[in-house]
């Protein structure tokens, strides 16, 4: 069965998608995007994951390219389309197609929309939850606006395939002072020595991303304590655990970064834990 994309107001075939050249987005990296699990035919987290976006495009002021109601109905049509059960969807909005100019086109430039969704392997995920995965550090050197989920992704880029040359599954960044900020994809947290489950604070520095914001319900409602707060890379080689938290894999555990194995070199319990419970948690929008 072919894949379907939606394009600015159409459903085609994913292979024949496409947007303008000078589509603001393809020049200059001027837009913003999200990505949404799907389990078991629902969508994991949907409010979470549109409020995000609002937030992104009133950040770099583009007005939003429809309706939040109209645009879940695009979505599920996409999700449908495709007949994904197990998998994700991939949203993008840009400023638009426009003369190239490095100023904002005319106020009435439509934004370009694009949906699209696949399904994916689930027991990739399964082997990385039983197994871990390996991580490399590198500087943190992203624009300061992380916080802000636009497709200007070129560093993340970059420290992946640095990751994957080494070895590794994730790229861990580390700013000036020594801190652990995030993963290229991912949020990272550890089990301090203490037993305390620690992740840096939602500042501007990363991502709040909503798996971070979800694991911190599911924590609260299994008994886990949470503390916000910075973390150095020191600190994170000598945890009992580190895991990192992404839409599309929930919670990976890191097994070795850098080449240094992290505790006895297996997934933890507390991620474990996290893990099982967080579809019965988080919130589930039917397709």
């Not at 990385?128 to 500087?139: M, R, S």
């Not at 300061?144 to 960044?173: C, H, M, S």
């Not at 599309?248 to 834990?273: L, W």
């Amino acid at each position: 069965m072919p894949r379907i994309a939606y394009v600015n107001g159409r459903y085609v075939n994913h292979g024949e998608a496409g947007v303008h050249i000078e589509d603001r987005g393809y020049q200059f990296a001027d837009g913003v995007y999200e990505v949404c699990e799907v389990r078991h035919g629902v969508i994991v987290d949907l409010t979470r994951h549109l409020d995000r976006l609002d937030r992104s495009l009133s950040e770099i002021r583009i007005k939003p390219p429809m309706a939040r109601a109209a645009l879940v109905q695009v979505i599920r049509e996409v999700l449908r389309r495709n007949r994904v059960r197990n998998g994700l969807f991939y949203l993008q909005v840009t400023r638009g197609a426009a003369r190239r100019d490095h100023v904002f086109p005319a106020a009435d430039t439509p934004a370009t929309l694009v949906v699209t969704a696949k399904s994916t392997n689930p027991e990739i995920i399964v082997a990385k939850n039983t197994n871990g995965i390996k991580a490399i550090t590198l500087p943190d050197n992203r624009w300061e606006r992380v916080d802000v989920k636009t497709v200007g992704l070129l560093p993340n880029v970059l420290a992946r395939q640095q990751a994957k040359e080494a070895g590794a599954q994730e790229a861990i960044y580390i700013d000036r002072d020594g801190m652990v900020t995030e993963g290229a994809a991912t949020n990272v947290w550890i089990v301090d020595k203490e037993g305390l489950l620690v992740t840096r604070p939602a500042d501007p520095g990363i991502l709040r991303g909503i798996t971070r914001t979800t694991l911190m319900d599911v924590a609260d409602k299994i008994g886990v304590p949470i503390v916000e707060r910075r973390f150095s890379r020191e600190e994170m080689l000598d945890a009992r655990e580190v895991f990192v938290t992404a839409a599309t894999s929930i919670c990976f555990p890191v097994v070795e970064i850098d080449g240094h194995t992290v505790a006895n070199g297996h997934p933890g319990e507390v991620s474990r834990s996290i893990r099982q419970a967080f579809f019965d948690i988080a919130e589930k929008t039917a397709i």
